[in-house]
């Protein structure tokens, strides 16, 4: 199952989620996110050597700020996490990097709105993936979970993490998930001492519950 930290910004913190067993890290570009990282903190990451996938999470960003960042941040994946369309999507994907399209689920949520992205998905083998979020009324960090049985009424074929409000406890509620698209976890606020501050020791505990 792949595992994704979000919210990352504090070098010797990314340093530590370095040695874990995790696939993905999160750095947030988004100004209005508790968990921004800003260009000094930016100056401080490019000089790492990343040895995980590294996710850029963007909100309706322009082609041109997230260029900016791919070389610099060694980004091996763009996160859209705003109102960006499948048409935005492709021009990023054209680049040959992949992107993660994050989606705000409720109750009304229509899965048949998913049509422009699948057939994307079908150009793009393999690098066009989603996220199932919780809906908030402004772009995710809330710290709350939506209904999980909601996936229940996703038919489509593209892989999808989950996301929103997580926790240690949750460990083998997500081990019960049988989709076919379910590819892994996003997490954030819930392992965390502050906000952009992971709690390694709790990543680690919920690392050794979900993978035996």
Known sequence: ???????????????????????????????????FVDEQQKSAIEKLTMN????????????????QDIIPLQLDVLQLHGDEDSAFAKALLELDIKVFKAFQMNEDFNFESFKDWEQLAKEY?????????????????SGKKFNWQLLDNYTG??????SGGIS????????????????????????????????????????????K
């Open 125 to 141: 083998q393999g690098k066009l993936f989603f996220l199932f979020d919780t809906a908030t009324k402004n772009y995710g960090g």
């Open 168 to 211: 240690n406890d949750d460990a083998s509620d997500i081990k019960n998930i049988k989709h076919d698209m379910f590819l892994g976890v996003d997490l954030n606020s819930q392992f965390e001492d502050e906000p952009g501050l992971k709690n390694i020791e709790m990543i680690k505990s919920f690392i050794e519950k979900l993978r």
């Open 157 to 162: 074929n593209i892989p999808f993490l989950l």
């Open 52 to 67: 995980k996938g590294t996710v850029g999470v963007y909100v309706n960003a322009s082609f041109e700020e997230i260029l």
């Open 1 to 35: 199952m792949m595992i994704k930290i979000c919210g990352m910004r504090e070098v010797e913190n990314i340093n530590a989620l370095q040695q874990l067993d995790i696939d993905f890290m999160g750095i947030i570009r988004y100004p209005k996110s508790k968990r």
